[in-house]
């Protein structure tokens, strides 16, 4: 069995007291950028007052809380959950937009109206993860000021596409952890990227001059790595443990998928879909088919998938977000 553990095992952020950090707290900087290793203390509480200072963020903390109150009621009644929906107009008519397209599916010629026929047509766990999914990616797309967020944002959106059709093919039921989880799986790179630039440059440099994972380069540099920055901001928003546990990188792969507890199962779905997600499509075909053959090859004992069927998760991840590109505002002629 893998390495199952608490969910938060490896956050020791949580002894970091954030007490004093607060919208109106001096920001104590990164003065320690000039010298090879930065408080990882000092630099997580940085980039959580830019989080409380940034509006955009703080009204999604607030949103994904109450979003997060239904993902974590597994008895909640539909009105329940469309009362939290309908709290966002905008949300509201973006998520009927979806499921009236053929990115849930066709159910009649007259259309969804209503979120609560919506569920009754879905069902409650389709939609409430459905509203979620879309409040985290418009929250990465709205902020990203630098194409590399955008990329980001559009690799988070596609994560979760595949990570979701994985679970239903493998029939996983109570997985609200997997769309979620692949969608904040590179969560902790993201605020870096959005919030400190330069170090986000300086591990991407590391990456490459070192030959280091980004989580070998992140934890180097700043103390923690991305994985454990990202599930940390989760735990602040009192995201469920399973979601936060599946956000936990894989280190082993010879672990065989029967053997594999449900939670574990989950975290190596994400982690495929990352890697599936994170295939630069810049190169030349053929390294791209062999990069496709070594993931499918390394994950071949915990999820058995085939580099066929590999392919085929990037084209339904593909065409559902081109199809819908305008609803889902992505420029799909620049990618």
């Known amino acids: 069995m893998a390495?199952?553990?608490?969910?938060?095992?490896?956050?020791?952020?949580?002894?970091?007291?954030?007490?004093?950090?607060?919208?109106?707290?001096?920001?104590?900087?990164?003065?320690?950028?000039?010298?090879?290793?930065?408080?990882y203390k000092t630099f997580v509480k940085g980039i959580f007052k830019k989080i409380l200072d940034n509006d955009s963020l703080l009204s999604f903390s607030v949103q994904i809380q109450d979003v997060n109150e239904i993902l974590k009621m597994k008895y909640s009644?539909?009105?329940?959950?469309?009362?939290?929906?309908?709290?966002d107009v905008a949300l509201t008519t973006?998520?009927?937009?979806?499921?009236?397209?053929?990115?849930?599916?066709?159910?009649?010629?007259?259309?969804?109206?209503?979120?609560s026929e919506a569920m009754i047509i879905l069902g409650t766990e389709e939609i409430k993860l459905a509203a979620a999914s879309l409040?985290?990616?418009?929250?990465?797309?709205?902020?990203?000021?630098?194409?590399?967020?955008?990329?980001?944002?559009?690799?988070?959106?596609?994560?979760?596409?595949?990570?979701?059709?994985?679970?239903?093919?493998?029939?996983?039921?109570?997985?609200?952890?997997?769309?979620?989880?692949?969608?904040?799986?590179?969560?902790?790179?993201?605020?870096?990227?959005?919030?400190?630039?330069?170090?986000?440059?300086?591990?991407?440099?590391?990456?490459d001059e070192n030959s280091l994972t980004r989580e070998q380069a992140s934890k180097s540099i700043i103390g923690i790595s991305y994985s454990e920055l990202g599930r940390f901001i989760a735990t602040k928003w009192n995201l469920p443990d399973s979601i936060i546990y599946a956000m936990k990188p894989v280190a082993r792969f010879d672990n065989e998928k029967k053997r594999l507890a449900i939670e574990d199962l989950q975290r190596y779905i994400c982690a495929f879909s990352n890697d599936l997600c994170n295939i630069k499509f810049s190169k030349a075909g053929g390294n791209i088919g062999k990069k496709i053959m070594e993931i499918s090859e390394n994950y071949k004992k915990c999820l058995d998938i085939p580099a066929s069927k590999s392919v085929e998760l990037l084209k339904i991840s593909w065409n559902k977000i081109t199809k819908h590109g305008l609803i889902l505002k992505v420029d799909t002629k620049k990618r």
């Open 135 to 207: 409040k985290i990616y418009e929250l990465m797309q709205d902020i990203a000021n630098i194409k590399i967020l955008k990329d980001m944002a559009f690799k988070s959106l596609q994560r979760s596409i595949v990570a979701r059709q994985i679970a239903i093919e493998e029939g996983i039921k109570d997985a609200e952890a997997i769309q979620i989880s692949a969608m904040l799986y590179d969560f902790g790179e993201y605020l870096v990227a959005l919030f400190s630039p330069e170090v986000f440059i300086k591990i991407e440099i590391s990456v």
């Open 3 to 39: 390495d199952c553990a608490t969910s938060h095992a490896g956050i020791e952020l949580d002894l970091i007291d954030l007490s004093n950090v607060n919208k109106h707290a001096a920001f104590q900087g990164h003065a320690k950028l000039d010298t090879d290793k930065i408080d």
């Open 94 to 115: 973006k998520l009927l937009k979806l499921v009236n397209s053929s990115f849930y599916g066709q159910f009649s010629n007259k259309g969804v109206a209503t979120i």
């Open 77 to 87: 009644s539909a009105s329940d959950i469309a009362d939290v929906i309908l709290k």
